[in-house]
């Protein structure tokens, strides 16, 4: 009699977009299926646990709307939404064969008569996974010589920010959060998307530690914290003056730090004291008292350490925001303390072989012998509709949803819908963006695959193996990358490296790796257990890796840089200070049309989805607990407008109107302040009307990084007339 093989256990790695980049144990029965999902016990931050997104992973993986074969547009369909559900009759089947064989032959046809600039790749991080974000599919746009993608709808201008200051993108460990004493939560839902930070702030909690949270939105974070501190919307950067004021007239830094490790504190000292704390109270809607005694908490209860989300980037002057907070730390000499500094991302501390991944050399072999123009991502509106020289004929789409998550919708989808641009998706749903294909491909999912990672918000290298056979014949991005660049005719040996020669191209594996990937191989990985942290103790002689405790800075001064020659040289402020959002109660553009859209607009991101991925899923859709197409408002912006709860209202502004579902919250228990209202981004053809909150932001660039201002936006707020009877 045959025995029935055992359930085995592989471990894998969530790619979605988190800094917790979890092990996941995935348990798979004698026929292939997986049946279980599970956090790795044996990793320090994943510690046995996923969040309530990922827990329900195999609702996603083995969904009944699965896009699990190629399809083509039926000639008669015009591009546009199409009702959840009565996508397949947009669609026909083919073989992957054709798909590709068309791919290729539209795609040689746009480049020789427009040129290769006029196709465009639109990616950014559905997958975080070294391979699938980016390694094939990067070598056949360079080879083909397509407009390069500015990839900065979401962390640029933080990221851009945090370089300018340290050089790097490093931060506290996120195992030493449970040293500290004093814990700030700066435009961060820890609770809701870093949950795996979480039981470490508990920790130090349980050992006498203060949470207090920046916000203006009454977060999961914010109803847990000591102290929850409302914020008004893209004034950061002028509360983090107000701090430095305090701490500078008070004594309250660390001389001894300051003197040796930073640049330009006397400028700094000149350019704070302009910051009192009654001034920027008129910004922030904080009380002067309540700034400095934020400073004083902050700088006499060590270790300090702040915990900074790219929220507050999202505004236009979201880059100095940054920028501001991260020299915080600096000022009281935080970083000298186990426990103390700074996090928005660790990102920085992997040293892929990102050269050998991507080849850029390819550029010059391939027709236009030059590196090819960029393109913003962000204004993805303007670049399909107003772009020339050459104008886009040819976007390939994977990894994201732009239809959904980029901003200024209307002119967005008004480009996706010419008839003459050439339109491929890859994806695992039929989402907004399907709905404007004209070749439709089946992505994997992290269960389907193999991949190598990091991470943004800790410092493990991870393997992530191959749990299950791809469903249908959903495909890889390194497959379909790889396959159409052979029907191309590209002839150059990488576009035939399979995944295990990308996993080692990225470890230096081979050649000289860097000090701190000294023996992290994919084999080492694998005898580990999936997981290796990075090789900080060959340079910390064995103690304890504090990234910026006695230096270790790569800027062009080689300290903290509080003062930027460099951006002096651009032409933008070498110091930090705040310049209000041209869309904001104290912009130009309110000043002119403060009676049209006085209220300032939070177009959040959802607890349970993780940008737009998840949101066609019932059971994530159950779990936003009735948020789903609501706005949020104060009692009193909503008792002026004549709103009560349950109300259908109009949200608008310039860009476009949205109707949703008013929620009304008073004093005590108010989400948002006053002035300021909120909703939650979802699939366009999942909100009433087919747009999401998208439709009234804007593709006005922020201060640094160009990245996209979601949370400068104003809108008006009034009750939905009632339908006309029939």
Not at 230 to 259: F, K, N
Not at 328 to 355: C, E, M, N, V, Y
Not at 565 to 580: H, K, R, S
């Amino acid at each position: 009699m045959a025995t029935q093989a055992a359930p085995r256990t592989v471990h894998t790695v969530c790619s979605h977009d988190c800094p917790d980049s979890c092990g996941v144990l995935v348990t798979i029965d004698a026929t292939g299926r997986a049946t279980r999902v599970q956090g790795d016990p044996s990793h320090p931050v994943t510690r046995g646990f996923l969040c309530g997104k990922v827990a329900k992973y195999l609702d996603r993986v083995y969904s009944p709307d699965r896009l699990l074969y190629p399809m083509r547009r039926r000639a008669a369909v015009p591009k546009g939404p199409l009702a959840q559900g009565r996508e397949l009759a947009a669609f026909e089947r083919i073989s992957w064969d054709e798909a590709l064989a068309t791919t290729a032959t539209l795609l040689q046809k746009i480049s020789d008569e427009y040129g290769p600039e006029s196709i465009l790749p639109y990616s950014y991080a559905g997958t975080i996974g070294v391979l699938g974000y980016g390694s094939m599919d990067r070598r056949f746009f360079h080879r083909l010589g397509a407009s390069q993608l500015d990839r900065t709808i979401c962390s640029t201008a933080g990221g851009d920010a945090l370089v300018s200051v340290y050089g790097r993108k490093l931060g506290t460990d996120t195992e030493d959060f449970r040293e500290a004493r004093y814990i700030i939560a700066w435009g961060a839902n820890i609770h809701g998307n870093n949950i795996h930070l979480w039981p470490m702030i508990e920790e130090a909690r349980r050992k006498g530690a203060k949470l207090v949270v920046i916000d203006p939105y009454a977060t999961r974070t914010a109803r847990l914290a000591d102290w929850h501190i409302s914020i008004r919307p893209g004034t950061d950067a002028a509360l983090a003056l107000g701090l430095m004021h305090v701490l500078i007239r008070e004594s309250l830094y660390d001389r001894e730090y300051v003197d040796e490790h930073t640049h330009g504190f006397e400028r700094l000292r000149k350019r704070a004291a302009e910051y009192t704390p009654e001034c920027v109270s008129r910004y922030t809607g904080i009380s002067a008292a309540d700034i400095e005694r934020l400073a004083r908490e902050y700088a006499t209860t060590l270790p300090a350490v702040i915990r900074m989300n790219y929220g507050i980037q999202r505004a236009e002057n979201g880059g100095t925001a940054a920028r501001a907070v991260a020299m915080l730390p600096a000022l009281i000499g935080a970083w000298k303390h186990r426990g103390g500094g700074l996090q928005l991302s660790t990102s920085g501390a992997f040293p892929w072989d990102k050269r050998a991944l991507e080849r850029p050399d390819l550029m010059l072999a391939g027709p236009l012998k030059r590196v090819a123009r960029a393109v913003n991502m962000a204004q993805l509106g303007h670049a399909l509709t107003e772009l020339d020289a050459p104008r886009i004929h040819a976007m390939f789409v994977y990894n994201s949803n732009p239809a959904a998550i980029a901003p200024d919708q209307s002119q967005v989808l008004r480009g996706m819908a010419r008839p003459d641009l050439f339109t491929v998706v890859h994806e695992q749903f039929f989402t907004d963006t399907a709905d404007y294909a004209d070749i439709l491909l089946p992505a994997t999912t992290f269960l389907e695959h193999k991949d190598v990672q990091g991470a943004y918000g800790h410092y493990y290298v991870q393997i992530s193996n191959q749990a299950i056979e791809p469903l249908g014949e959903a495909r890889s991005n390194v497959w379909v990358f790889s396959e159409l660049a052979q029907r191309m005719g590209f002839s150059e040996p990488c576009f035939r490296d399979t995944p295990d020669d990308l996993i080692a191209q990225a470890l230096h594996e081979g050649g000289e790796q860097p000090l701190w990937m000294e023996g992290i191989t994919a084999q080492a990985l694998d005898d580990a257990g999936g997981h290796i942290r990075l090789k900080f103790e060959a340079e910390t002689a064995g103690g304890r890796f504090l990234p910026f405790a006695h230096g270790g800075f790569k800027t062009p001064s080689g300290k903290v840089e509080f003062y930027s020659e460099a951006f002096a040289a651009q032409g933008l402020d070498p110091l930090p200070g705040f310049v209000p959002p041209t869309e904001s109660r104290h912009g130009v553009q309110a000043n002119g049309d403060a009676g049209v859209y006085p209220l300032e607009f939070l177009p959040r991101k959802a607890d349970n989805y993780m940008n737009s991925t998840f949101a066609n899923l019932p059971v994530h859709q159950k779990m936003e607990n009735g948020y789903h197409a609501t706005l949020e408002m104060h009692q009193d912006d909503a008792s002026q407008r004549g709103i009560a709860d349950g109300d259908l209202v109009d949200v608008f502004n310039a860009r476009g109107r949205i109707q949703l579902t008013a929620r009304i919250s008073a004093n005590g228990h108010a989400s948002i302040p006053a002035g300021v209202v909120a909703s939650r981004l979802s699939w366009n053809k999942l909100s009433p009307g087919g747009h999401n909150v998208n439709l009234l932001t804007s593709q006005r660039l922020t201060d640094i990084g160009g990245g996209p201002t979601f949370y400068s936006t104003l809108v008006e707020v009034r009750k939905a007339a009632p339908e006309a009877k029939p």
